[in-house]
């Protein structure tokens, strides 16, 4: 009777294992196929967006929390109030029939 | 709205007019003549008459402008530049006066009080390694002026405004070359996102210097024959300044293309295009009879590594990149 019990013991401990066996494989098997899909993404076209003037701005935000001291050179006053004009107009002017409206358009859409 | 070119040589600011664009163009120079007696003060006035000029509060005269290069080859001098190799000259003294007071009367005050303005700032280069070479206090400074003028500043890569410019019909997509006075500077862009971004520092200066040391003529006289003469790169030259300009701009070709070559090959930012790329190349420098075929030619004898569709010229290699500023501004 004790031995049967036993037996029929062993017989629950092997299903057991089995079915942990089977889940942490099918666990292993998922963390293997995610890691690789995402190397497979990678691997394709490589895009340095961060050096873009609009993801910039973006960026902008999310740096700031990271903390450092601001050891660029300061700009001191410019003065520029002891020149004194002596002409009338400076520069020359241009006018173009140019219309910047679809590339503005078009730019917005691909930075959607 | 508005776009700004801050370039070594020519500042332009572009606006739009009744859905056109206006450009205002000024030459990023100066000259001083620092006048010993009051005599000499008003006869040195009295020849002023009708130029762009400042006095400045210790007396002397400061020309501004195109008179100021002009006024330099009258006295066989050089003019001063405001700017070096697309930033604000630490070599001048006055450099960083100068180039406010120019930039404050080329923008003017703002239409209204935060309007938005971008201007163009150069890559860092690849070529050099100089401590004056600072771009991020260039940047300061100009947007610390235009601030003062009631704009909100914004800057941006020059060559990355260039592809602004130039690339709507290749969806954003290509190289942009902007050859300026002081730099070269270069975007790579895929669907409107820049991928890589560097300079060179030879550009037009750089011909300019090389040719006055070969003829003995100063700077300004090399630069005032250059732009003024007819000479076709790669062709022999009665004029011995043109025929040296047409030697150094061979030597800058193929500088110029090697370093391209260089920077791109194994790049680890640089798109697989599935097509091949439309190269477009705009600045003054670049306007010279034969750059483009030349520049074409050399992009394949060294080796350049991306497939290439074509190289164009800018519509308007002297205002592109102050229009790409412009559509910049219109997008933030």
Known sequence: MVLKNIDHGYKMLNNDN??????????????????????????????????????????DKIVNSTIAIDDKKFVTDIKTDGLVKKYDSLGDVKQTTDNIDNSVNKLKNLKR | MAGLDVGTSFIVLSTENDGNIQYK???????IIKPTTPVATKMIEKGLSGKVFIKDNDGSFIILGKDAIEKAVERNDAAKRPMYRGVVSAKEKDAKRILAFILKEVVGTASEPGEKLVFCVPAQPVDQEDEDFDVGYHEDVVKTVLGECGYDPRAINEAEALCYAELENDDYTGVAISCGAGMTNVCVMLNGEPT???????????????????????????????????????????????????????????????????????????????????????????????????????????????????????????HAVSKGCLIASKVL
């Open chain 1, 18 to 59: 089995i079915i942990i066996t089977i889940l942490v494989l099918i666990n292993i098997n998922s963390v293997i196929i995610g890691y690789l899909l995402a190397r497979m993404r990678n691997s394709g076209v490589s895009s340095n967006s961060s050096q873009s003037f609009f993801s910039k701005l973006k960026d």
């Open chain 2, 25 to 31: 163009d000024f030459r990023d120079a100066f000259y």
């Open chain 2, 196 to 318: 890589v971004v560097f300079s060179t520092t030879k550009s037009g200066d750089w011909i300019d210097r090389m040719s006055a040391v070969a003829t003995g003529e100063p700077d300004s006289v090399v630069q005032a024959e250059k732009e003024g003469g007819d000479f076709k790169i790669g062709e022999p030259n009665d004029n011995p300044v043109l025929s040296a300009v047409s030697a150094y701009y061979e030597r800058l070709i193929d500088y110029t293309t090697k370093q391209l070559a260089f920077a791109l090959t194994n790049h680890k930012s640089l798109p697989k295009f599935k097509n091949p790329i439309k190269i477009v190349v705009a600045g003054g420098t670049s306007q010279a009879k034969g750059y483009i075929e030349l520049f074409t030619q050399k992009l394949t004898e060294n080796n350049f590594p991306l497939l290439v569709k074509e190289v164009v010229h800018a519509n308007d290699p002297l």
